[in-house]
């Protein structure tokens, strides 16, 4: 369903789960290209005035296309670089494509599996918000399952190098809220080889620091190493938002992190070398509400 006679408004973001009371961003719609139901949620896409197509599942922004990139590379490219040559990753979500199109750009992988359980939210994003995804689904590396991707972890053990966790916000009751689990991780983790990785997003260090804390304290009782990484992404409430890498294996030193650079296909928009050196760093009063 499309209204393209409206007149412009404000949709105003849903309530953020672990969201801080008191504040919602509203953004300004030009038109509505698509607002419906799939059997897992509602789906709209926005043109708007500011961050152009916009990508919203059950009233939470989940990407536009002006600024996915920081997303993508935050969330595929930062993890690929903490492993020297990764063979294999498995994307679960990631319907709009824009993981697949940064993990085609990691030269080593040969085997790229993506789970996304709601074919509604891929046929759309190819329709309407095709850049982001580049083609990247017409490749011949890319193996799309339909399938929720908590049972096609269960039966995929010491399989992969990387795992991306490109999930809808963990909403109570929602597809995604198992995947935000410690029982998840820890299946999650059966499912790397030694030394893998598994990358996620947190949700907003500024509006959300109860789910960066809960994720990080969960995942620490499953993994050796849990770094978390701010990035400012400003579709996600115009805030700092964190991005988690957990691994049994240190992150990368700087000198193996510019050689491992090389395994990249063309060049970063967002993460630069220059840009790697300052991840992780969190100002006091930060690191003070996180307890970090």
């Known amino acids: 369903m499309t209204n393209s ?3 412009p408004f404000y949709f105003t973001e849903a309530e953020l789960p672990y969201g801080k009371e008191g504040i919602r961003i509203s953004v300004l719609v030009n038109e509505t290209l698509l607002d419906e139901r799939s059997e897992y949620g509602r789906i ?6 500011f961050f152009g197509k916009m990508l919203v599942i059950d009233g939470i922004i989940q990407t536009t296309v002006y600024d996915e990139f920081i997303y993508h590379e935050m969330m ?27 993990a085609l750009r990691v030269k ?32 011949p590396r890319v193996e799309l399952i339909i399938q929720d991707g908590a049972e096609y ?10 795992v991306v966790l490109d999930l809808t916000d963990p909403v109570p009751g929602s597809p995604a809220e198992y995947l935000f689990s ?14 893998g990785a598994v990358a996620l997003h947190g949700g907003s260090i500024t509006f959300q620091p109860a789910e960066v804390t809960t994720l990080i304290r969960r995942l620490r009782r499953v993994f050796k190493y849990v770094d978390l990484y701010p990035a400012i992404v400003p579709a996600y409430q115009l805030s700092l938002f964190g991005f988690i890498n957990a691994s049994d ?3 990368a030193k700087t000198a193996e992190v510019e050689r ?12 630069s070398s220059e840009v790697y050196e300052t991840l992780g760093v969190l100002p006091p009063y930060i690191q003070k509400e996180l307890g970090l």
């Open 260 to 271: 491992w650079m090389q395994n990249i296909e063309g060049q970063n928009k967002y993460l």
């Open 76 to 102: 595929v490219i930062l993890p690929s670089l903490r492993i020297e040559k990764p063979q294999s990753v498995l994307i679960i979500g990631g319907g709009d494509g824009g993981a697949i199109k940064q």
């Open 108 to 139: 080593s992988l040969k085997k790229i599996v993506v789970a996304e359980i709601d074919t509604t939210v891929i046929d759309v994003s190819q329709k309407f918000l095709p850049e982001i995804s580049g083609g990247a689904f017409d490749d």
């Open 153 to 162: 972890v269960r039966k995929h053990k010491a399989e992969f190098d990387l």
């Open 249 to 251: 294996r240190p992150r």
């Open 44 to 49: 709209q896409v926005f043109d708007t005035a």
């Open 5 to 7: 006679a409206e007149e």
């Open 182 to 195: 410690e029982e998840f991780y820890h299946e999650v983790k059966d499912a790397l080889k030694p030394g």
